[in-house]
């Protein structure tokens, strides 16, 4: 199995090119090649296959590192578009299929911009962290968030190394949370456990919520959020249709393996 592994502000993923169908794909293996001790190391695989949407060439096949599905990865879309673009399968302009519909990309040399949707605000909600309760807005990015604002010192002294409680009538499903610190009028700095993956150096999407989440708190229907992670610096538009995700993505090496050498986690 050949694979390439690449970045988008220290969210990274294991990219596999399977235009024939004939990789087979299985949350055990997924998880397997995810793990940093015993396989390759990533927050998620992105698997290239072709779209049933004629509306794009590609769909971007995402897997979460536990071996779960999402709809969406919004640095994942970033660093699928910038395999495309430096393999040649791809121009500057990219439509993709997603499983939370079609995002379209544009490469701008070391940068990616995505027109990430329209963002469904859903209301109040809290996650519950070692009993401490912290409310948030839920906001859906084609995958669930709920972004909460909390004070500098709380968002470094949060412990993420597991899922906060959140409401499973509301996420059903799961949800991805991010920890939002205003730095200013227009500047965020987040930390965000992932929905299948722990926590991560960056989201995507969950950049995309803290935005969304900054200029609705704010009263401002448009405007340009700039959000810091701890992998670097993303940047979110909101505009009059859509929201916009723009940050650097990088392919970082190529390397072959055999499947069958991976072995589980004891
Ligand atoms: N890292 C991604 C989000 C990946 C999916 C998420 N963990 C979920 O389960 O919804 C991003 O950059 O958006």
């Not at 072709?50 to 769909?59: E, G, Q």
């Not at 949370?177 to 993956?197: I, Q, T």
């Amino acid at each position: 199995m050949k694979f390439t592994k690449g970045h988008g502000t220290g969210n990274d993923f294991v990219i596999i090119e399977d235009l024939e169908g004939t990789v087979e794909l299985t949350p055990a293996l997924v998880a397997a090649l995810c793990d940093r001790r015993f396989g390759i190391g990533g927050d998620g695989v992105l698997r290239v296959q072709p779209s049933a949407d004629p509306a794009a060439v590609y769909f971007m096949d995402y897997w979460n590192s536990d071996g779960s599905l999402s709809e969406m990865c919004g640095n994942g879309v970033r660093v699928f578009a910038r395999y495309l673009h430096t393999t040649g399968l791809a121009g500057d302009e990219i439509p993709l299929s997603t499983r939370g519909g079609l995002r379209t990309a544009y490469v701008e040399g070391d940068l990616v911009r995505v027109d990430m949707a329209a963002p469904a605000l859903l209301g109040e909600s809290t996650a519950v962290i070692d009993g401490v309760s912290y409310p948030g807005l839920a906001i859906s990015m084609g995958n669930p968030h709920l972004v909460c604002d909390v004070p500098a010192d709380v968002a470094a002294a949060v412990d993420l190394s597991r899922a906060p409680d959140t409401d499973p009538v509301l996420f059903p499903a799961g949800v991805n949370v991010e920890f939002s610190v205003k730095l200013g009028e227009d500047h965020r700095r987040m930390r965000v456990y992932e929905r299948g993956s722990g926590e991560t150096m960056s989201c995507g999407t969950g950049a995309t919520a803290v935005g969304v989440a900054a200029l609705h708190t704010s009263g401002r229907p448009t405007g340009t959020i700039t959000v810091d992670v701890p992998g670097g610096r993303l940047e979110v538009t909101r505009d009059p249709h859509t929201s916009w995700l723009a940050g650097p993505a990088v392919l970082t090496y190529t390397g072959e393996l055999d499947p069958t050498t991976l072995t589980p986690r004891p």
